[in-house]
C-alpha cells in the first residue's frame, strides 16, 4: 500500500474512534498534524487525490439548487401509536396477521432529525439524499461528507449497499448555534430537528461543515431492498461498515417487553445528548417484514410509539425588551412560573417582533409553551386571549440607555444605535473576556456589571487601564483574585489577531469570520481601509458582512477603541502568506462546472497558493474562467465577454503540473 493510503487508513481509523465511538486515542493536535501531512502530500501531488481521501469532506462552492433524485425504493414514514393502547393494539395486528408464528421486534429510539439515504459504491459515498417526498429526495451529498460520523469509505466484502439514517444535532452543538445565532441578531431555531433540516439543506456545504451534525444508520439496503435477513443482523453490519449506530436498542420478545423499554427511554430522555421523541419498533425478521407487508402509506411491520411533546400551559405576565452587545433588541416571555416536564420554567425568548406577530401574543395571553433540546423555551401558540390583554409594541428607545432604535430595512432585529449603552457594554466586555475570544479567566459576567457600574470601564480597552487597587476594591475581591484577573488582562495581548477580532463585537463577525478576514489581510490596519468590495474578497464574506464591517469602523468611538487596543500592545497583526511572486499573480479565476479530479476547493486552493484570486463571478475583470463538466451561465457570460476558457489540464499546465 502506497504512503498516503496508509496516512489514511490510519487518519480514518482515528476518525471513527473520535467521531463514531467516541474514544480518541490520540490527541487533536496530534490528529491535526497527521491531516496536515496528508494535506501536504495530495498538494505537492495532486494526482494522489481520491475523493474519498479524509481531506476531501469539504470541498466544494456553494451551489445555486438542489438536484432531485429518485430512491432506489420509496423512502415512507411510520405509522404513530400515541399510547399503550395503541402500541398493543399494533402487536395484536401483528400477531393476528403471522399467524401465531413467533417473531421479535428490535425497539430502537426515534431519533428527532431528518432521515437522509447515503448509497456506496466500490466502498465509497456516491450520494446522500434527503427523504424529499419519499420517492424523490434532495442531493445533499456535499453536504453530507461534511458529516465526520458519516464514513467516506468503508471497509469490508460489501461494496455497494445504501444506508438509511437520521441526520441529528446533538443538544449541545444546538445550544451553543442557537447562543451564538442569538448574538448574531439572528433567530433562534425551534429545536434540533428544525436546525439538523437547516443545517443539511443549505447550498453552501461549507455551513453544514460547522453544524456538528451527526448520522445514525438504521437501515441497510442492497438494491434497495433489505440486505439481511434479520433487521438486528443489520444493525450489526452497519456498526461493523463504521457507521454510528444507536446502542440504545433491543431484541424484545414481546410487547410487555417492548413497553418496559420505552418507558425506560422516557424517563431517560432527558439525559440523553441529542432530541428523541419517541421510540421505534420493527418485527425483526425480513420475511416475516414481508408477509406482513405495506399499506398504502406505512410499513404494517413497524410503528413509532411517541412520547408526548414536553408542553405546558401558562400565562404570559408581561413581554420587556433585553439588549445584546450588538445593540439588537429581543423580546422575552415573562412566564407565570410553570413546570414543563419536571423543569421550571419562567422565561421564554420571543425573538423579533415578526415572531410576535406570527404567534398573535400579547401580554396576559395563555400561551402553550414547549421545550425540545434547549434550555430555553418556546411559546408554540396562544390558547386563550387575556382579559385585559397589552399588545407588545417595540420601543421606539432603548430601555436601558434611552437613545434612539432602529430597524434597518429588511432586517427582522430593531437595534439600540448607542455603542455606550451600558447593557451593550456590559455584553460587549463579556465577550471580550470571553474563553474562546480573549480568554481572561476571573472576568465572568458578574465582574464586569461590577466594573461598569463603577464606571471603570466604559468600553473594552479600559480592561487595559484597571490597577490591582481597583479590582481588590471591588465587591466580593481580593487581592488574589484582582492578581488572576489582571494575569488574564495581561496574557490576552498575546493571543492572536482573529481573537482580538472576534473580541470587537463588530456584528456578523464571530470566530470564523474572524479567522478568515484575519488571513485574508493579515492586519487590523488593512481590513479598517479596506472598502466593502475588497472585504468581499475574504473567503464567506458577502455584502452583509461587509457593510456591517464598513459601519463599525466608520464608527469614530469604535476606531478609538482600537487605537487604545494597539497602544495596550494587542496582536494586531497575523501572518498572511506572500503569493505575489507566484506564476498566476495577478490572475483573477471563475470555476464552473464539475472537474474532473480536482475538487473547487482543491483548485481554488491551488490557484491562490499561486499567487491567483478565485473570484464567484464572471466579469471583464476575470482572466480565466476554468470549466468543468456542466458548466452554466457562468461558461455564457465567459463566451459572451470572450475571455478564455481553461479545463482543469490547462490550469494544471499554467501551474507547472501534469494531469491530476
Ligand atoms: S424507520 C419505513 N427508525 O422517524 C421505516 N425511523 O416516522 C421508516 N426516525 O421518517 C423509518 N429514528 O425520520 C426509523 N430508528 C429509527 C428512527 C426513525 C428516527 C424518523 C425517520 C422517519 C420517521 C418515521
Not at 501536504?40 to 445555486?64: C, K, N, Y
Not at 456538528?212 to 440486505?227: E, K, S, V
Not at 428523541?276 to 410499513?299: E, H, N, Y
Not at 397589552?390 to 436601558?400: D, E, L
Request: glycine share 8%; net charge negative.
Amino acid at each position: 500500500m502506497s504512503k498516503v493510503e496508509q496516512l489514511r487508513q490510519q487518519i480514518r481509523r482515528h476518525e471513527y474512534l473520535y467521531y463514531v465511538l467516541d474514544q480518541p486515542e490520540i490527541s487533536d493536535a496530534e490528529y491535526d498534524a497527521m491531516m496536515r501531512e496528508l494535506q501536504a502530500m495530495e498538494q505537492a501531488d495532486p494526482a494522489l487525490v481520491t475523493p474519498d481521501s479524509p481531506t476531501q469532506r469539504v470541498g466544494g462552492a456553494p451551489r445555486e439548487g438542489f438536484v432531485k433524485l429518485p430512491h432506489s425504493s420509496p423512502m415512507l414514514s411510520l405509522d404513530n401509536a400515541l399510547n399503550e393502547g395503541e402500541l398493543r393494539a399494533f402487536d395484536q395486528r401483528v400477531r393476528d396477521l403471522l399467524g401465531g408464528e413467533s417473531f421479535r421486534y428490535v425497539a430502537e429510539l426515534k431519533l428527532d432529525g431528518l432521515s437522509m439515504a447515503v448509497q456506496y459504491r466500490d466502498h465509497s459515498l456516491q450520494l446522500a439524499l434527503t427523504r424529499g417526498d419519499g420517492s424523490e429526495g434532495e442531493d445533499v451529498t456535499p453536504n453530507a461528507r461534511t458529516i465526520r460520523s458519516l464514513p467516506l469509505r468503508v471497509p469490508g466484502e460489501r461494496a455497494a449497499f445504501e444506508a438509511r439514517g437520521e441526520v441529528v444535532m446533538p443538544n449541545a452543538a444546538f445550544q451553543k448555534l442557537n447562543a451564538d445565532r442569538e448574538q448574531e441578531g439572528l433567530p433562534r431555531y425551534a429545536n434540533p430537528r428544525n436546525s439538523s433540516a437547516g443545517s443539511l439543506r443549505v447550498l453552501d456545504p461549507t455551513i453544514t461543515a460547522n453544524r456538528q451534525l451527526d448520522f445514525y444508520a438504521y437501515f441497510l439496503l442492497a438494491d434497495g431492498q433489505p440486505a439481511r435477513g434479520s433487521h438486528w443482523e443489520a444493525l450489526e453490519e452497519l456498526t461493523a461498515l463504521g457507521f454510528k449506530v444507536n446502542p440504545a436498542r433491543a431484541l424484545c420478545e414481546d410487547i410487555d417487553e417492548l413497553l418496559a423499554f420505552c418507558r425506560r427511554y422516557e424517563a431517560e430522555r432527558d439525559r440523553l445528548p441529542f432530541e428523541i421523541d419517541g421510540v421505534v419498533a420493527k418485527v425483526d425478521s425480513v420475511p416475516q417484514q414481508q408477509r406482513l407487508g405495506w399499506t398504502a402509506k406505512f410499513p404494517r411491520w413497524a410503528i413509532a410509539f411517541k412520547y408526548a411533546a414536553r408542553q405546558a400551559e401558562t400565562v404570559v405576565e408581561k413581554i420587556d425588551v433585553q439588549v445584546g452587545r450588538t445593540g439588537a433588541l429581543t423580546p422575552v416571555a415573562h412566564l407565570k412560573p410553570v413546570a414543563v416536564s419536571g423543569v421550571m420554567v419562567s422565561r421564554s425568548t420571543l425573538h423579533n417582533e415578526d415572531e410576535i406577530a406570527r404567534l398573535g401574543v400579547a401580554a396576559g395571553d395563555t400561551v402553550l409553551v414547549e421545550r425540545s433540546g434547549d434550555v430555553i423555551p418556546k411559546v408554540v401558540k396562544v390558547i386563550r386571549e387575556g382579559d385585559p390583554r397589552t399588545p407588545f409594541q417595540m420601543p421606539a428607545t432603548c430601555p436601558v440607555c434611552g437613545s434612539s432604535v432602529s430597524r434597518p430595512e429588511g432586517e427582522v432585529v430593531s437595534r439600540c444605535l448607542n455603542s455606550s449603552c451600558p447593557a451593550r457594554l456590559i455584553e460587549s466586555v463579556a465577550h471580550f473576556a470571553a474563553r474562546p475570544v480573549l480568554d481572561i479567566a476571573g472576568l465572568g459576567d458578574e465582574l464586569v456589571k461590577q466594573l461598569v457600574k463603577a464606571g471603570l470601564v466604559h468600553s473594552v480597552a479600559d480592561l487595559y487601564d484597571l490597577t490591582l487597587e481597583q479590582l481588590a476594591g471591588l465587591e466580593r475581591m481580593g487581592t488574589k483574585s484582582a492578581e488572576r484577573v489582571l494575569a488574564g488582562i495581561a496574557r490576552s495581548k498575546t493571543l492572536p489577531l482573529p481573537r482580538v477580532l472576534n473580541g470587537l463585537g463588530i456584528p456578523f463577525v464571530g470566530e470564523r469570520t474572524a479567522q478568515f478576514l484575519a488571513e485574508h489581510f493579515g492586519s487590523l490596519d488593512a481590513l479598517r481601509d479596506a472598502d466593502e468590495a475588497q472585504l468581499q474578497q475574504a473567503t464567506e464574506v458577502g455584502p452583509k458582512v461587509a457593510q456591517s464591517i464598513r459601519r463599525w469602523f466608520a464608527e469614530e468611538r469604535n476606531r478609538e477603541v482600537v487605537e487604545r487596543l494597539r497602544a495596550a500592545g494587542l496582536t494586531f497583526t497575523h501572518q498572511k502568506v506572500d503569493r505575489s511572486g507566484g506564476p498566476l499573480a495577478g490572475m483573477t479565476f471563475v470555476l464552473t462546472g464539475t472537474l474532473p479530479t480536482l475538487s473547487r476547493e482543491q483548485a481554488k486552493e491551488m490557484i491562490e497558493t499561486a499567487g491567483g484570486k478565485v473570484s464567484g463571478s464572471v466579469s471583464k475583470k476575470t482572466s480565466y474562467v476554468v470549466a468543468g463538466e456542466e458548466a452554466g451561465s457562468k461558461l455564457e457570460k465567459a463566451n459572451e465577454l470572450g475571455i478564455k476558457v481553461l479545463s482543469q489540464s490547462d490550469l494544471l499546465a499554467m501551474l507547472g503540473k501534469l494531469e491530476a
